[in-house]
């Protein structure tokens, strides 16, 4: 997973690339926008990680820049401006996420990863958690390297959930990915299909846990993290 | 004690009416004391008016004397000291009473418009004798009139008549007039200076200091006003320079404590270096509340602007929702509205992380912290922590206070921001207890049509 850190506090800089490093990265470093221009050019990261005060300029500029060239490469952007306003401008210059300084390098790191779970994301193909790992192209579920057998529609909810790691997954997010415009599920549908997935999945000895979050959807988690 | 500038008026204006009509009456009598002779006349005057307002028409179509009850009692009831006489042109008499007071000659009166026969000796008393030749109903008539003393005090009346035609006549309507218009001019001329108080009133570190209007003041209270205006801006720039300090000082501390961040995560987890990350994360929550708390005491609400609370809701809870349940706790939502309310949206949702922060930390593992939005434009935040006694409930939002010195978790800052975020937008943060255990915080917000 190769990452471009645009940080131009050194220490900061030094001890992030470190940290993100330890967690897998291969992270180039770039203290300015133009240094920044310069490593885009020739070795195009798999996700950018933008602090966005830089000596010579915004980084806001440099993400409007990337999109206006149809580039979706993932942007992360670490700033100390914390205001709503600021995190509005951010997404929408096509910022991915939007994380507020200080931020733990390990925070970065599992932004990055949800970044990249995304379909089409370096680690979209295979989606892990536990010992639970989702193939997407073959479209099968393994709990421990066994088989895990599940309807069309439990696998549906278990991708969703398993791209959004660590976020909360709006129920109607969930039902315009599994249902077609056609379907009219019920008001009670999603919470069948998710109960039915939660049994199969702990009777495979899947180590992972949905959690409901009323009145707003579902998160996945692995089991003991909490 | 302060009485109101018209009332103030209007007394003085009062007190110095009363002095002139007094000095106007001692004027009147000391004027008539000096002249005997011209009041004694006067009397007789007065009388001939009276007995000239009784001569009307007859039903004959010629002119009778028609006097009142009381124009006569006078003559009945005093024989020996009143009498008149009335003939027109032809020497018809149209009335009389008690002629026989003066001989027959003295009623026979001269050519002339008025004649007086000064003290007339009959029996020894002296008698005036005053006539009038008049026009009454278009007809010639002579009108006459004698006194001998005034046992019934004619004197007396004419004498309240001249008070009436000098005092209450001529200056009354003047008094009432100024004492309207010196409460109506006193009035528009405060008007201003209600709309400076107003001003003044809103003043402060929520609404920003601005300068209070002069516009329209007049020109005595002025120099005040603008000598508060100087102070207040003097105190604005006090208050800008404290805040901005604020800010600064907390954003100046970020990237400091990302680096210690950054450099104790390099370290090997465990012992004694977790504790060292829990307090680094501590300080690190102090400083963005530090932060937070100087941006919030700016906050200036524009009142126009419209914040679709449930959305606000929905994106705090799904946000907060992973950090609640890797603590082990629940979060929910329930929204029974669509109603937008009137506020900043950036400030609404601080206020409810703050708040859902504040109640994750006092709920006991396994339980649920609840998100409600209710109508009109309710915000409410339930937990089942252990609550708040009563006296503690003024005290939590005020900035560093924590229920314990143990309680090391919070900042002590969390509440006193989401109790400013709600005056910002004319509320109040509400704190109560929960039924069936536990505290409820909540913040009622204008709802957006009643803007």
């Known amino acids: 997973m190769k990452l471009l850190l645009i940080e131009d506090v050194p220490p900061l800089a030094q001890l992030t690339r470190e940290a993100l490093e330890t967690e897998g990265f291969t992270v180039d470093h770039a203290e300015s926008l133009e240094a920044a221009r310069a490593i885009l050019a020739v070795a195009p990261p798999d996700v950018i990680v933008l602090d966005l005060g830089l000596p010579d300029g915004d980084g806001l500029d440099l993400l409007h820049g990337l999109r206006n060239e149809s580039n979706a490469i993932p942007v992360l952007v670490v700033t100390a401006r914390a205001g709503l306003n600021d995190r509005i401008d951010g997404l929408d210059r096509g910022a991915d996420d939007y994380i507020v300084k200080p931020a733990a390098p390990a925070e970065i790191a599992a932004r990055c990863r949800a970044l990249l779970r995304r379909p089409g994301g370096l680690l979209g193909r295979r989606l892990q958690l536990g010992n639970l790992v989702f193939d997407t192209a073959s479209r099968s579920v393994t709990a421990n390297g066994r088989p895990v057998n599940l309807a069309r529609r439990e696998i549906d909810v278990l991708e969703v959930l398993l791209r959004k790691l660590g976020q909360s997954v709006p129920r109607r997010v969930i039902e315009d990915a599994i249902y077609t415009l056609d379907e009219a599920p019920g008001p009670n549908a999603l919470e069948a299909s998710v109960s039915r997935l939660r049994r199969q999945l702990a009777e495979a000895g899947a180590n992972v846990e949905i959690h409901t979050i009323r009145g707003i959807g579902y998160l996945i988690s692995e089991a003991g993290e909490t | 004690m302060s009485r109101s500038l018209v009332t103030t008026l209007i007394r003085r204006l009062l007190l110095v009416g009363g002095l002139l009509t007094l000095v106007n009456i001692v004027f009147v009598t000391a004027y008539y004391s000096s002249d005997p002779e011209g009041l004694r006349r006067e009397k007789v005057s007065h009388q001939i008016d009276r007995l000239a307002e009784a001569l009307k028409p007859g039903p004959d179509g010629r002119l009778a004397f028609m006097p009142s009850d009381r124009l006569l009692r006078t003559f009945t009831r005093y024989p020996d000291a009143y009498a008149f006489r009335i003939e027109d042109a032809t020497g018809r008499v149209l009335g009389e009473a008690n002629t026989a007071l003066v001989p027959a000659e003295r009623w026979s009166v001269p050519n002339g418009p008025d004649a007086w026969w000064s003290d007339v000796p009959v029996n ?328």
């Not at chain 2, 005036?128 to 010639?140: M, Y």
């Not at chain 2, 100046?252 to 961040?261: E, K």
């Not at chain 2, 915000?379 to 003024?394: A, F, M, N, S, Y």
Request: glycine share 8%; hydrophobic share 50%; charged share 20%.
């Open chain 2, 124 to 451: 020894g008393r002296s008698v005036l004798v005053g006539s009038r030749r008049a026009v009454a109903g278009g007809e010639p008539v002579r009108i006459a009139f004698a006194a001998a003393g005034d046992p019934s005090n004619l004197l007396l009346f004419v004498y309240f008549d001249e008070l009436f035609v000098h005092v209450i006549v001529s200056l009354l309507p003047f008094a009432i007039c100024l004492m309207i218009v010196n409460a109506v001019t006193v009035r528009q001329s405060l008007r201003s200076l209600v709309h400076a108080a107003e001003a003044a009133r809103k003043a402060g570190p929520s609404h920003g200091i601005a300068a209070l209007p002069t516009r329209g003041l007049p020109s005595e209270v002025l120099a005040l006003v603008e000598s508060i205006n100087v102070a207040l801006r003097r105190l604005g720039e006090a208050l800008e320079a404290e805040r901005a300090f604020t800010a600064e000082a907390a954003h100046a501390l970020r990237t400091p404590l990302a680096v210690l961040s950054a450099r104790i995560e390099k370290l090997p987890k465990g012992g004694e270096l977790d504790a060292v990350r829990t307090d680094i994360a501590a300080l690190r929550r102090l400083v963005n509340q530090l932060l937070s708390a100087a941006q919030a005491d700016t906050l200036v609400v524009d009142p126009t602007r419209q914040c679709d609370l449930p959305a606000v809701a929905e994106s705090v809870v799904s946000a907060m929702a992973p950090l609640a349940i890797r603590e082990g706790r629940g979060l929910a939502l329930e929204s029974d509205t669509t109603t937008s309310v009137s506020g900043d949206a950036d400030a609404i949702a601080h206020a409810l992380r703050n708040l859902i922060e504040n109640a994750l930390r006092f709920s006991p593992p396994g339980e649920e912290v609840l998100v409600r939005v209710s109508a009109p434009g309710q915000l409410t935040v339930l937990d089942r922590g252990p609550g708040i006694p009563d006296e503690q409930k003024p005290l939590v939002i005020k900035r560093f206070w924590r229920a314990s010195a143990s309680d090391l978790g919070g900042t002590g800052l969390g509440l006193a921001i989401v109790q400013r975020i709600a005056e910002a937008h004319g509320a109040t943060l509400a704190i109560r207890d929960r039924a069936g255990g536990g505290a409820e915080f909540s913040i009622a917000f204008t709802p957006a049509s009643l803007q």
